[in-house]
């Protein structure tokens, strides 16, 4: 079946650093991909999404390039704020329903 | 953009009793929905899928008798926790989403405590 893995957290940041969040899939078919935040005691919000290869999903300054022959979507924010600690889920979509990776805790500390 | 609202944001009830969980789609018809369970720093497990109309497909390990979901209209789905245990305590979100081509919207979740 369909799987997403991410990479284990918490990544620990300063305020303005890179980030990176490695995402790979495995999936029968092209799937779309999303990537979702989930900030303490909230429901998932979509962050960005791209629906076929070599599209670039972005949104408040994050970024994800749906890469088919690496499989990938690794999510990335060129300076990330004390604001953008939150648990980042990676999910892929068939035609039926998501799948998510584990997520992973960022921690950006000033 | 797609709204989902989902009551209560938390509730805390007594073992044994039973809890109902709604799932809302405030500006489009949702044929579609889905439950999901979200243990501490875990991942979302999916539950069930609904669709509206139909019985609700549960994911294998699910109890049916114990998480009754109801999909009664193109806006609304219910989860009804019943005879909770403390082991049910968990956060509890709903998404939904109005054809298979289409996003997934996702409710902001529903804490629940069995004491």
């Known amino acids: 079946g369909d799987s997403v893995t991410q990479m284990e957290g918490p990544v620990t940041l300063s305020e303005e650093a890179f980030l990176t969040i490695n995402c790979t899939y495995t999936a029968t078919g092209y799937p779309s991909l999303f990537w979702y935040v989930q900030y303490p005691g909230e429901g998932l919000q979509l962050l960005l999404k791209a629906t076929k290869a070599d599209d670039k999903g972005s949104n408040k300054g994050f970024e994800a390039t749906y890469r088919k022959e690496t499989t990938s979507f690794h999510l990335e924010k060129g300076s990330v704020q004390v604001s953008d600690s939150a648990v980042y889920f990676c999910?892929?979509?068939?035609?039926?329903?998501?799948?998510f990776g584990k997520g992973t805790m960022l921690l950006v500390s000033p | 953009g797609a709204v989902v609202s989902q009551h209560p944001s938390w509730v805390i009830c007594k073992s044994g009793t039973s809890v109902k969980i709604e799932c809302r789609s405030l500006?489009?018809?949702?044929?579609?929905m889905f439950w999901y369970r979200q243990f501490p720093k875990k991942s979302l497990m999916l539950m069930a899928t609904?669709?509206?109309?139909?019985?609700?497909?549960?994911e294998q390990g699910v109890e049916k008798d114990k998480f009754l979901i109801n999909h009664a209209s193109l806006t609304l789905s219910t989860l009804t926790v019943t005879s909770a245990h403390p082991e049910d305590s968990s956060f509890y979100i709903c998404s939904a989403r109005e054809g298979p081509t289409d996003g997934y919207t996702f409710g902001s979740g529903t804490r629940l405590t069995v004491v």
């Open positions: 500006d489009f018809q949702a044929t579609t």
């Open positions: 609904s669709n509206e109309g139909s019985k609700a497909t549960y």
């Open positions: 999910a892929s979509s068939g035609y039926s329903t998501l799948t």
